[in-house]
């Protein structure tokens, strides 16, 4: 079991995971409910999944409702799973490394990807289930910024505990 | 590099182990060992006290200066 030097990064780590079960939980279970519900229309009885626009169960919008969950969820996983191996690596007493650069990248990176599929995705969905796709705003691009301010931050970083471990 | 660590010619005159000054300066072997063989980048002014302190010599016997061959020579 990971070590933290502090009850906030034990926090941050609970939260983090606590987050990424919850959002994965959420997901599978509206997938699984969409895909029962349109297989077997009623067999669980009055459902609703989140939105208006799927009262309307054509093959079609389905379908694009089931892609744009999946894509959440593995834009989820992308944005996430480095964050808690960042945070693993700082507890281990090792967050100035290349490979949390390299997931700091990979971080803005699924931001920006899914910045991007805001604008591309609702003119390809079929009309009823463009509701299910939510604009982030500027704050998507600040958050991109950011990310990327951390990166060179800490890439300097790497540079500064190489210097650190050469001295005696 | 420039500069050479003559830690070995002292420990033999004085007698001790890497092992020994490792342990007196409170440093570990590893540390000690590439402080010894030149591959360390810097030297903390406390480490080279404590090292001066246990050995009772000077900085300039710890360290030497040789001039680098030039590069087109």
Redesign the interface.
């Known amino acids: 079991m990971t070590r933290f030097a502090s009850h906030i990064s034990m926090l941050l780590y609970a939260t983090l995971l606590g987050l990424l079960a919850f959002v994965t939980a959420i997901i599978l279970a509206s997938v699984g409910v969409l895909i029962v519900d349109s297989i077997s229309p009623g067999a669980l009885g009055a459902v609703h999944v989140n939105a208006q626009a799927l009262d309307m169960k054509t093959p079609g919008v389905v379908a694009a409702a089931l892609a744009v969950m999946l894509m959440v969820l593995s834009l989820v996983w992308a944005a996430l799973l480095p964050l808690i191996q960042m945070l693993r690596s700082t507890a281990a007493g090792q967050p100035f490394t290349l490979a949390n650069v390299k997931r700091l990248h990979w971080i803005a990176a699924t931001i920006a990807v899914a910045y991007l599929l805001q604008f591309v995705l609702p003119p390809i969905l079929p009309f009823e289930s463009r509701d299910i796709v939510k604009p982030m705003g500027v704050d998507g691009v600040f958050a991109i910024l950011l990310t990327l301010v951390l990166a060179q931050v800490f890439r300097e970083g790497v540079r500064l505990r190489e210097e650190a471990d050469g001295t005696i | 590099m420039a500069i050479r660590i003559n830690l070995d010619r002292l420990l033999l005159d004085r007698r001790m182990s890497l092992t020994e000054l490792a342990e007196r300066v409170d ?1 570990t072997l590893a ?2 060992s ?2 010894k063989t030149g591959k ?5 002014f406390t ?1 080279l006290d404590a090292i001066c302190t246990v050995l009772e010599c000077q900085p300039g016997d710890i360290l030497e200066h040789v001039a680098e061959p030039a590069p087109d020579a």
Request: proline share 0%; no cysteine.
């Open positions: 440093l540390n000690l590439i402080l360390a980048r810097a030297i903390r480490t």
